[in-house]
């Protein structure tokens, strides 16, 4: 290998996954380069370049979607690694996301909500095998609870020859018979996206009937979605990174430990107003975890939601802890934290200005509850989202 490696980048930047590897891709160069990178726009579905079979370089990494490609990649016999493992039997190794966090993320924040009953939205079976896992895991914890969890997986259809109208309509036809009120996991944001649509059509209120949370977490699609849609952040700047350091071993010389390394657990949830509901029987019990979300911001203590509780008092903080499994004060900071960690992500504002904001009163507090909690400051969290 030449002092500075030649590195191609087949990774497209249409989705917030794509551009979060490329930024720890540029991380790891930063930190440990320089590289020469090879990069030019590139669409997940497109072909391999035609120049990659002449292509005089030192390692690739690639986002793998087809045979085609990866047997493209393979034949330049160059140090190689997959960011996408949506091919399980190609000899490429595979740096990804461990979905068994994410599901688990994705069923706890939903049965936080008292939710009862479940539902997963995916992709066909077979067309990545990524989303069948996080289907499988989330059934698998949805039947742990004694439950059943209704899915849709598209079987019935394919994007490429059924229009999207038609595809809405039978989204809707199937959430029009699922008991409600019910909360979805989809595969991914534009999972996510296709069944807030199709509530609408079928008439049913989100958050309220249908509780909906996505995966990945891209800002863009998750805000032009209406509601704003609930996405789990797996974390791709990490992936991007030791995907790189990686490669850079195998140039050098080295060997991949084992076909496929599985990274997690994902960054946190982003809470937006798909999953904003609560079903729980216990209706003051719900009044008050209610009024601790729409208020925990506002430097809410304690005693201020005991004070409201119209009957029994005494009670509420065990009822509380009965429904959610943890006490009024520990369900505040939760969602303070909640709401400081969406602020450190998608926001430029001050440390200070976003304390203030997620209900706490000093700065040095709030640096203190966030590093509890999170095992970091507030400033390395937010520099992680920048990487």
Known sequence: MRDTPHVALLIETSREYGR??????????????????????????DAPPAWLADWDGDGILARVNSERTADAILETGLPAVDVRGALPDHRLPFIGVDNRPVAEMAFNHLRDCGIRHYGFCGTPRGENPNQDLRCDYFVRLVAEQGR??????????????????????????????????????????????????????????????????????????????????????????????????????????????????????PRGIAPRRSTDTLAIDDEEVAAAIRFVRENATQGLRVTDVIQ????????????????????????????QMARAKLLLSETEQPIAAIARRAGFGEPKYFSEVFRRHEGVTPSQFRSGFRD
């Open 20 to 45: 979060g590897l490329l930024r720890g891709v540029a991380r790891y160069v930063q930190e440990h380069g320089p590289w020469s990178i090879f990069f030019e726009p590139h669409g997940l579905d």
């Open 148 to 265: 059943d969890c209704h899915t849709w997986l598209g079987e019935q259809t394919s994007q490429r020859t059924t229009s999207w109208e038609d595809q809405q309509q039978q989204l809707a036809a199937w959430l029009s018979e699922l008991p409600l009120p019910i909360g979805i996991m989809t595969c991914h944001d534009d999972r996510g996206q296709q069944v807030l649509d199709a509530c609408r059509r079928a008439g049913l209120a989100v958050p309220d009937e249908v509780a909906v949370i996505g995966v990945d977490n891209d800002p863009y699609l998750c805000n032009l979605s209406t509601p704003p849609l609930t996405s789990i952040d797996v974390n791709p700047s990490l992936i991007g990174y030791e995907s790189a350091a990686l490669l850079s071993r195998l140039m050098a010389g080295g060997r991949a430990e084992r076909d496929a390394t599985l990274l997690g657990p």
């Open 308 to 335: 409201r509780a119209a009957r029994a008092p005494s009670t509420l903080e065990r009822r509380v802890k009965r429904a959610l499994g943890r006490t009024i004060k520990a369900e505040i900071t939760r969602v």
